[in-house]
């Protein structure tokens, strides 16, 4: 295995997409300042890259620095748990751009998705903390996101906005506006299918040891 330079460890091929910082090959990386959007951007002429590897770097990095992990004991939608939902969304988020070929910030994009339903508890509990909850859980995501990492402008809007139009207010960046629409894709899939993502499961489990 292989330390990530953002944290989070790898294994195996899924090390190549990371060792492409000399200018070598398509994918460019450069750290970013918390807030100023700067991070993974990659042009429309740079996105030879890997989706599965991106995201499973960020999974990786994320349940190291929090309890990432932990979203797997929470359903959110038929046998789909939290931790999958999420995963898939970002997975998802970062094909549809790339498929776009839209110049953006993919691992804002990745890691805004992967927390965007950050949240410790199952929804379909009967209890009055859970009402409304639709309308709640993007402000108490972010809230459970700033106690693992500085939020970056983007990241923001997609953890804050990605339920409109039930919150009043409209995701405004390109990658808060793809994860919107993708989430509510996977949760009509997650709704139709009680084997949602077995594909990303399979490729997935063995790295994060989650069955």
């Given amino acids: 295995m292989r330390q990530c330079r953002n944290g989070g460890w790898i294994k195996g091929s899924t090390a190549s997409l ?7 090959e398509n994918l460019c990386l450069r ?18 890259f890997n989706a599965e590897d991106l995201i499973l770097h960020k999974v990786l990095w994320l349940i190291r620095i929090g309890d990432y992990k932990k979203l797997d004991a929470y359903i959110q939608h038929n046998q ?10 970002a997975y998802y988020s970062v094909r549809m ?3 776009l070929h839209l110049k953006c910030n993919y691992e804002c994009l990745a890691v805004g998705a992967l927390l965007h339903d950050y949240v410790f508890y199952d929804w379909h509990e009967k209890d009055k903390s859970h009402r409304f ?13 700033l106690k ?29 506006i793809i994860v919107c629409l993708v989430d509510k894709a996977c949760s009509l899939y997650e709704i139709s299918n009680r084997n ?15 069955a």
């Fill in 18 to 24: 990371f060792m492409v910082c000399m200018g070598k």
């Fill in 31 to 48: 750290s970013g300042t918390a807030g100023t959007g700067k991070g993974m951007v990659i042009t429309v002429k740079e996105l030879d």
């Fill in 80 to 89: 789909t748990s939290c931790f999958w939902h999420s995963v898939a969304v």
């Fill in 97 to 99: 751009a790339r498929f």
């Fill in 133 to 145: 909850h639709g309308l709640r859980h993007p402000k108490t995501a972010w809230h459970n996101a």
């Fill in 148 to 176: 693992i990492k500085n939020l970056d402008k983007l990241e923001d809007d997609i953890i804050r906005k990605h339920m409109f139009p039930l919150t009043p207010y409209p995701p405004v960046y390109k990658e808060s």
């Fill in 196 to 210: 949602a993502y077995q594909g990303l499961t399979r490729k997935y489990a063995a790295y994060l040891m989650i």
